[in-house]
């Protein structure tokens, strides 16, 4: 980098945190869904140098937070509704739908959002949320895998982590993961691209403070999938990876790397203690 670009990349981001000393936030929020309270603020986990995590719902504006407390207002809902759809279609050799093999239904899941992503001792590797549902398709359906990041993908997460929803995380973080872990940590504090930022810059020195017309956030996984209003759409953990990435200029690694799964690794356990929340409403 240049002086001339070091000097813009320096000048943008102080920009961005204009204002930040007078910025409010209320901890004090609760966030009830259909009578269930869920934990938004949890002591931290031990790693980590703050003393308390926090569901981004907190840093949201009240309107914004009011969508998520109500099942028929969160915009999120709908693509449950589609998931449930899917999720009864025969698709595949094998003539098989979901529904064919867990007949208790999605209720089947409940708890697995809390503890992925996970060590796959069958498969020797760790798998995501995706990971599993793909490994349904392919191997029991006999049906093609569904892109990440896309529509069908985050609908079926959104339909699975629903039934988690109220679970505080609780994701392992040492034996066979440890290593995978620790790239993931190394990840979330390595500075890149032209804005020279790491997710540490903005998720843990920084929530709570304004960046430009918007309030940061911890950077929690908890509430994911999440709809947010800026896109109208269901957007995925690392397809959130990758949205930062091109915000501070930087070339972003492709979702479903083993780059971004070692980082959902990581965040995902930053917010151990935090109650599952998907599908949420951010901004």
């Known amino acids: 980098m240049n002086k001339m670009t070091l000097s813009a990349a320096i000048v943008a981001t102080a920009a961005l ?14 966030l009830s869904i259909d009578g269930t309270t869920m934990i938004t603020r949890a002591p931290a986990p031990d790693f980590l140098d703050i003393d308390e995590v926090i569901s981004g719902w907190v840093y949201r504006a009240t309107e914004t937070q009011a969508l998520q407390m109500d099942d028929f207002e969160n915009p999120g809902m709908i693509f449950v ?34 503890v992925l ?10 798998f995501t949320m995706e990971d599993y549902i793909n490994y349904s398709r392919v191997n029991y359906m006999g049906a093609e895998p569904l892109p990440l990041a896309k529509p069908r993908m985050d609908a079926m997460v959104a339909l699975i982590s629903l039934q988690s929803r109220g679970m505080p995380m609780n994701v392992a973080i040492d034996g066979p993961v440890a290593d995978i872990w620790a790239q993931g940590e190394e990840l979330y504090y390595t500075r890149v691209g032209q804005l020279d930022m790491a997710c540490a810059n903005c998720h843990e020195a920084n929530f709570g403070n304004m960046i430009r017309a918007d309030r940061l956030s911890q950077g929690q996984s908890n509430g994911f999938p999440v709809y947010r ?10 397809a959130r990876f990758k949205g930062c990435m091109k915000n501070i200029r930087a070339e972003p690694y492709a979702v479903g790397s083993e780059e971004f799964r070692a980082l959902e690794l990581y965040v995902a356990s930053r917010g151990n203690g935090l109650s599952v929340e998907g599908p949420s409403v951010r901004n």
């Not at 945190?17 to 609760?30: E, R, S, W």
């Not at 239904?105 to 959002?113: K, Q, S, T």
């Open 117 to 126: 992503p996970r060590w796959n001792e069958a498969e020797g590797k760790m």
């Open 17 to 30: 945190f204009t204002g930040a000393a007078n910025a409010q936030v209320d901890l004090d929020a609760v």
């Open 81 to 114: 509704d589609v998931a449930v759809d899917d999720w009864n279609t025969v698709e595949g050799t094998e003539g098989k739908s979901c529904a064919s093999c867990h007949v208790g239904g999605p209720e089947e899941f409940a708890g697995l959002r809390a």
């Open 229 to 238: 209003l800026k896109n109208a759409k269901l957007n995925s953990i690392q």
